[in-house]
């Protein structure tokens, strides 16, 4: 199922620009925020997956400040934020 890491294919126009916020320890080794370019119809899992995050380390997913599931496809010019679990207690 979707795509393995680095394996998008963009076709000239047909990009989707996507805003990238990420938090706590998903910046260590990456970026706070960056702009990418994906196919339509990538998954927010697809885009986890690129940017090496393990899906099941995923707490809470914003596009636009509003809570999204992992199979969302974000539109251009998104913002998508992704958070990890938070533990402690």
């Not at 690129?50 to 998104?78: M, Q, S, T, W």
Request: aromatic share 8%; charged share 20%; net charge negative.
């Amino acid at each position: 199922m979707g795509l393995a890491p680095g394996d998008f294919t963009l076709t000239p126009g047909q990009a989707v620009s996507v805003t990238i916020k990420l938090f706590a320890s998903f910046q260590k080794g990456r970026f706070a925020v960056e702009t990418r370019d994906y196919p339509p119809s990538t998954t927010v899992a697809e885009i986890a997956r690129d940017l090496k995050i393990p899906v099941a380390e995923i707490g809470v997913v914003l596009v636009n400040a509003r809570h999204v599931e992992l199979d969302f496809c974000p539109a251009a010019g998104d913002i998508l934020a992704i958070f990890p679990v938070i533990g402690g207690g």
